[in-house]
């Protein structure tokens, strides 16, 4: 990650942040919003405020393991009035008729997830396209659809703009003008030019594509204009990444055998294109306005919250997977404790640290470390997790000694909670009968 000055020359961003297994949902007032999930999709919403070098997550609460049950999404933004960073995350079904939305709202000021009520939401039918966002006059803004069926009997996605206040935390759908929605590529990538709305896309004319960009001005809920900022034609298809400070786009240029992007920007005025000298692979690219801030000034560094929100749906998870019925588990007895802990090693991962996790059953302690697991008894020896369920789980859980109860007291700090699907998956390949309590 780095900071591109306005002749492109790229300077390296100081960040005690790992990169590997972010996502870019949006940006706010100089901060920036990420989702991380490198076991569980969207499964810890971060905000960095780079120019204080500070970072703050909040976990996202899950209700199903399985990702085909719900298509779900994150939304970031600041409230207008106090600049408080705020995440919503989206589900609902694949299938409209099987169940509603449902969106939680979590406020960096609150520290808490908050159910929105069904009358905040938009129609039950409506779906949104999660590849863009952007926030422009303290709403939210993406592409969304619904499907519709024509006269013949035929299916058809009728396109239209939802927005999010985030004042009010109400959506609300914006239609499109006939005019503008002609000649719109469908479905749209969302963005913003300061405080414009910015709409763009590829329209495949057979032999070539035409890429267009589209500004709007939102005024009282409805679209009150808009016009075409550039139409490019164009061999190969164009993604809109930002604006250099005269307006004109900078765009992830597909190479034509498909492999890698190119960044490069395009003179409005002389219609044509400048190689910047960035590759990267497709769909990689991020660029946001930087901005001084002081927001996330009152919260640690590298805090996460929401714990508690994420904890109420491992139960869930756990039957699911019909971990209780083939342990003959009683899922009333069943829990498991938790604490943060401090002053543990940093080991990698998102905020520095994988996690450390220190489980005792009955009379044995085993702590286990990123990826290796130590065996604390007669001395400290490193084990892959392989070895973990060959050799230690079955000795632990000798299946001759029925034991009544076990007891979890599972330490971690930050991001170390994926590490519990580790042990949740060697302990489901060993055979045994077993009440867990806490």
């Known amino acids: ?67 085909e049950f719900e298509k779900r999404l994150l939304a970031f933004g600041e409230r207008p009035d106090n600049l408080d960073p705020i995440f919503l ?6 299938n409209p008729e099987q169940h509603e939305w449902s969106v939680l709202l979590f406020t960096f000021s609150s520290r808490e997830w908050n159910t929105l009520k069904t009358e905040f939401l938009p129609r039950q039918s409506i779906r949104l396209k999660k590849a863009s966002q952007c926030v422009v006059g303290g709403h939210i803004f993406w592409c969304g659809y619904e499907k519709l069926y024509a006269n013949d009997g035929g299916i058809y996605k009728n396109y239209m703009m939802v927005s999010f206040d985030l004042v009010t935390h109400r959506f609300q759908e914006l239609y499109i003008p006939d005019q503008l929605l002609v000649n719109l590529p469908l479905p749209f990538l969302v963005s913003n030019l300061r405080d414009k709305i910015v709409l763009s896309g590829n329209i495949n004319m057979g032999d ?29 298809q164009l993604k809109l990444i930002g604006f ?17 992007t190119t960044l490069g920007l395009y003179n409005i005025a002389s219609r044509t294109f400048h190689n910047l000298g960035i590759e990267g692979d497709g769909d990689s ?33 756990l039957d699911q997977a019909k971990v209780f019925d083939k342990k003959r588990i009683n899922p009333a007895n069943y829990a498991i404790t938790f604490k943060n802990a401090r002053n543990i090693p940093s080991q990698g991962g998102l905020f ?25 008894i007669t001395g400290i020896t ?17 299946v001759s000694v029925c034991m009544r109860s076990i007891s ?11 590490c519990i699907f580790c042990i949740l998956d060697a302990l489901n390949e060993v055979s045994y009968e077993v009440d867990m309590v806490s």
């Open 285 to 317: 690219f991020f660029i946001a306005p930087y901005c001084e801030s002081i927001i996330l000034q009152t919260h640690d560094d590298r805090m996460a919250y929401g714990l508690r929100d994420l904890l109420a749906g491992l139960p869930i998870v």
């Open 382 to 398: 490193d084990l892959s997790l392989i070895q973990f369920k060959k050799h230690i789980l079955p000795e632990l859980l000798n």
């Open 89 to 94: 995350k989206i589900s609902y079904p694949f």
């Open 244 to 260: 250099n400070p005269n307006n004109d786009p900078i765009l992830e240029i597909q190479n034509p055998e498909g492999l890698a």
């Open 1 to 67: 990650m780095c900071f591109l000055d306005q002749n492109f020359s790229r300077t390296n961003v100081p960040s005690n942040l790992s990169y590997s297994d972010l996502k870019p949902v949006g940006y706010s007032h100089g901060v920036l919003g990420f989702s991380y999930g490198p076991i569980v999709s969207d499964f810890l919403a971060v905000v960095w405020n780079p120019s204080i070098r500070r970072s703050v997550g909040a976990y996202v609460p899950y209700a199903t393991q399985s990702q």
């Open 408 to 418: 979890h007291t599972i330490a971690f700090n930050s991001t170390g909670m994926s």
């Open 208 to 236: 070539h594509y035409v890429f267009w960009i589209w500004l709007l001005t939102i005024a009282g809920g409805t679209i009150a204009s808009f016009q075409c900022l550039v139409n490019i034609p164009t061999p190969c």
């Open 352 to 376: 520095g640290d994988c996690g450390v996790w220190a489980m005792t059953i009955g009379f044995w302690n085993i702590t286990c470390l990123g990826n290796h697991t130590q065996r604390v």
